[in-house]
């Protein structure tokens, strides 16, 4: 996934579902008739939540972190990116750095040529870590298309649900990909989100928010990362199934050392 299966399993999902239901004590939640284009109240939230997360810092910002293990710096200024990461591997310290021209790679300070092969996957696996690590920041993108599902209740809170769709043109490779983000009907933090994709045989994941704090200005967030496989519910059922300790913990999505530096516009 840059941003980053056949029919359900009949009986098992729908006794699993059944018993989601049978917990939840509010009513479920209605999407909104408005055209995802013009959904001003998907974007009134996605803002709030842009401001709670002082996601606008980030447009004249150095970010570092480690992202298992591996090294990761963002640059962003004017609507320039730079986007880097390190490390070790068979052949020597390997750097990929991706911005607005694409991705490069070196290996020891060498220029290595990167067919579409190995181009592809190396822009994909650094976009996803960075689009994640900055959330909601990306979710201004023009390719953005929100709409505003209503309010929802999880963990005993209650957050407004906004459903993000990308445009074909400017959306990535990925723009079939369906989020869910639940944001915090009074903090405006993204507590909780949901995805499906399609890239390696499709799939969807939960995740929730851990280990929140704020350096430089900017909330950062660890995750829970959690699957629903190898049953095939809604995006809508994952909070559900999630409360009634119906997924499965794969890992934990975790950013080390993360450093912030205010850049001059």
Do not use: K
């Amino acid at each position: 996934m840059i941003r980053s299966s056949s029919i359900a399993v009949g009986a098992l999902v729908v006794l699993i579902l059944a018993g989601c239901a049978e917990s939840d004590t509010t009513d479920p939640v209605q999407p909104a008739a408005v055209d995802a284009a013009t959904d001003t109240a998907a974007v009134a939230v996605i803002e709030r939540a842009r401001a709670a997360h002082g996601s606008d810092l980030l447009d004249a910002a150095e970010v570092t972190f480690s992202f298992r293990g591996v090294p990761f710096r963002i640059e962003r200024e004017g609507g320039r990116f730079t986007y880097t990461r390190t490390w070790q591997d068979s052949t020597g310290s390997v750097r990929d750095v991706l911005d607005n021209d694409g991705v490069r790679r070196t290996v020891d300070g060498v220029p290595v040529a990167l067919d579409e092969q190995a181009a592809l996957p190396a822009e994909e696996n650094v976009n996803s870590v960075v689009y994640f690590a900055l959330l909601p920041h990306g979710l201004a993108d023009a390719a953005v298309q929100p709409r505003y599902l209503g309010v929802d209740s999880l963990g005993g809170e209650v957050y407004d649900l906004v459903e993000v769709t990308f445009q074909q043109e400017g959306g990535g490779r990925d723009y079939q990909d369906r989020f869910l983000y639940w944001v915090h009907h009074e903090q405006d933090t993204v507590d909780y989100l949901a995805y499906s994709y399609e890239v390696n045989g499709g799939g969807a994941r939960f995740r929730r928010a851990i280990n929140a704090r704020t350096v430089g200005g900017i909330h950062f967030a660890d995750y829970e990362n959690y699957s629903a496989e190898p049953l095939e519910p809604s995006l809508e059922a994952l909070g559900r199934m999630w409360e009634a300790d119906s997924l499965v913990l794969l890992s934990e999505i975790v950013l080390a050392d993360v450093e912030v530096r205010r850049l001059r516009r």
